[in-house]
């Protein structure tokens, strides 16, 4: 689904310059769990946002479904945003003037041709999300994690084939973050919807069927299980872990 050549991405010129990535190449597939770990400012975001088109990097290719998103015009890469991809955000981005019915519906009604049933589509997800009965209510009247429930509910009306979440579980406690992280899983899983998670918890990364590291503009990928389990060892802290 997703294939990235040698992406470079620089912020501004000479001195001033910031190289926030350096010949990333990447492979996902459809159906895909993938996360990239790494600290912030480590690259990962921009790689998010390279891959959905939002930025265009400095040198190198990506292709999304072998369509070459670094030869597409602005508009081509709206269209592509709007239906193919869904997006989850640590800040959930809900309009809060809007109900969660209507923060859902708004994806879908921006499209030229809205996918039929779209009301019933949108309380359906909400339904599946534990959140049918709070359609009415507004973002300040919901918990954190409900309001990222509606975000996934929104990032899903158009029933795009690739999710992005950047640090969805960021502004969550354990438990809410556990259950976002289920719930990615389980499109993933359930209905091959290709998840690429960015996060710097090496605990929320263990979801993933692959993990890359993202340090300093480069990834590495980590497939070793005692890897895995050196890196989360390594972010408990010492008070924790001479309780395991």
Known sequence: MIRVEHISKTY????????????????????EFVALYGASGSGKSTLLNLISGIDPPTSGKIFFEDQ???????????L???????????FFNLLPTLSVLE??????????????????????????????????AFPEQ????QQQRVAIARALINDPPLILAD?????????????????????????????????HSVEAARFADRLYQVRDGKITALSSEAVLN?????????????RV
């Open 230 to 242: 050196s890196l989360y060892a390594s972010n408990i802290p010492p008070s924790t872990q001479s």
């Open 142 to 145: 919901l918990s954190g994690g």
């Open 167 to 199: 640090e969805p579980t960021g502004n969550l406690d354990s438990e809410n973050g556990l259950n976002i992280l289920n719930l990615l899983k389980q499109l993933a899983v359930q209905e091959r919807r290709t998840v690429l998670l960015a996060t």
């Open 80 to 90: 592509l945003r709007r239906e193919k991809i869904g997006f989850v955000f640590q």
């Open 68 to 78: 070459e998103l670094t030869a597409m015009t602005d508009t081509q890469l709206t």
């Open 12 to 31: 501004g010129v000479g001195p001033y310059a910031t190289h926030a990535l350096h010949e990333v190449d990447l492979t996902i597939a459809r159906g």
């Open 103 to 136: 923060n859902v519906l708004l994806p879908g009604q921006l499209r030229e041709k809205a996918l039929p049933g779209l009301d019933e589509r949108a309380v359906a997800l909400l339904a599946r999300l534990g959140i049918r009965d709070r359609r009415e």
